[in-house]
């Protein structure tokens, strides 16, 4: 298990699940890009310091920090290889102290633009395969975090911009993966 700190860049203004979203996207940039998938449990931090104060300690949430967001992302153990996603996703069941949980995953996407260009009748390889090679992809990271309240946040970094500024936030932005982590708590 890791935890992710919250950095400066973090803006204090946003909610807790947006400042989560954002501390495991900065988490993610530090490690480069070319990752495997990272899923994160959301714990909420004053619970897990009254609850687990050795285990806060630990991951160094042990003390009650202003700064400090009031959710702290755990990394759990690496996703198994060879397994698609979407299937991994319908395996997970949380214990009730986790409040939430996150994902991130690097993927290739195409401007709306592209979108009329796509042949027909391409299973999941070959369109993976002809997304790959159309000029316009773009690299992503894409972040995204729920709630069990139904509540959502997305953190997505182009690798050609990759920069702290210039990643883009909203609740929408990545929906099918979105109900797929919320469906983990059902």
């Given at each position: 298990m890791t935890n992710v700190s919250p950095s400066p860049g973090t803006p204090m203004a946003a909610g807790p699940l947006t400042r989560a979203c954002?501390?495991?996207?900065?988490?993610?940039?530090?490690?480069?890009w070319d990752q495997p998938a990272r899923l994160f449990a959301l714990v909420d931090t004053a619970r897990l310091r009254r609850q687990e104060p050795r285990l806060a300690h630990q991951l160094g949430v042990d003390t009650d920090d202003a700064g400090r967001s009031s959710l702290?992302?755990?990394?759990?153990?690496?996703?198994?290889?060879?397994?698609?996603?979407?299937?991994?996703?319908g395996t997970i069941a949380w214990p009730d102290a986790v409040v939430g949980c996150a994902l991130t995953v690097e993927r290739l996407m195409l401007p709306p633009s592209a979108e009329a260009s796509v042949?027909?009748?391409?299973?999941?390889?070959?369109l993976a395969k002809w997304v790959a090679g159309h000029p316009e992809r773009q690299e992503v990271r894409l972040t995204v975090?729920?709630?069990?309240?139904?509540?959502?946040?997305?953190?997505?970094?182009?690798?050609?911009?990759?920069?702290?500024?210039?990643?883009?936030?909203?609740a929408g932005l990545v929906p099918g993966l979105a109900d797929a982590l919320a469906a983990t708590f059902q």
């Open positions: 954002l501390e495991i996207d900065e988490y993610a940039a530090g490690l480069g702290t992302p755990i990394e759990q153990d690496k996703l198994p290889k060879g397994t698609a996603l979407d299937k991994f996703l042949p027909e009748g391409l299973g999941d390889k070959q975090a729920v709630l069990r309240d139904g509540s959502r946040e997305s953190a997505v970094r182009l690798r050609d911009k990759d920069s702290v500024t210039e990643v883009l936030t909203g």
